[in-house]
Each structure stands twice: as C-alpha cells, then as structure tokens.
C-alpha cells in the first residue's frame, strides 16, 4: 500500500458549523447555513476537510479540486470510485453519490489513503 500524498489542491476558506477538530480529511458539504458540516451517506461532497477548526464559527479549509489525503470507512482499491458512509468517511461506491477516485488504496477503517477529489 503507498504512503497517502497530496498533490495541486484547490481550496477555499470556508466557516465550521460545529467543532470538526477530530475530522481532519473527512468529506464534508455545505449545509443550508453556508456552514461547512460533516458529509453522510448518500451527500454530495463540496470537498475534503484540510484543517481541524476546534469549534463552531471558526474558518476552516476544503479542497474541492486536485488530490487530497483522505479517511477510508473501509478497505478501498486503488483506482476505485468513493462515495460517503454515515461516518464522514470514505468507501468503495456502491449505489451512492461518487466523491472522487482513489489514487492510493486504503488499508481499512480510519486508514489515510489519497483521492482525487470530485465533488
């Protein structure tokens, strides 16, 4: 399995909607509140949480382009299509919304790989 890498993000500044300290490389989304909230099963992804803001209002960065070091839910191919799971978390598509691609795989749950971010 290669080392997760990151390679030409394309980011913004947005502001967390909550404390996502613990959620460092999670997919997230935009809610209706312009906030940036932890993705779910099913969510389309505004991106890829690059920071860790501590608290609710705090500015935080997404990459929404490029290749990002990412959090699998499960063991994913290298070349495989993603979607999210009800954790934040990435897994192999299935029937959901595609997230990006893997460029690396990933070993398991909670396990770092790196994917090309598509949202």
Do not use: W
């Amino acid at each position: 399995m290669s080392k997760a890498y990151e390679q030409n993000l394309q980011t913004v500044t947005l502001v967390a909607n909550a404390d996502l300290e613990d959620y460092q490389y999670y997919g997230v989304k935009l809610n209706s509140s312009e906030k940036v909230a932890l993705a779910s099963t099913g969510d389309k992804i505004t991106g890829v949480l690059q920071d860790a803001p501590d608290a609710a209002d705090r500015s935080c960065v997404v990459a929404y382009g490029g290749i990002s070091k990412a959090i699998g839910g499960a063991s994913i191919n290298a070349g495989a299509e993603v979607q999210m799971n009800a954790s934040g978390k990435f897994i192999t598509k299935t029937t959901g919304t595609s997230c990006g691609i893997a460029m690396t795989a990933c070993g398991g749950d909670g396990q770092h790989f790196s994917l090309l971010v598509m949202p």
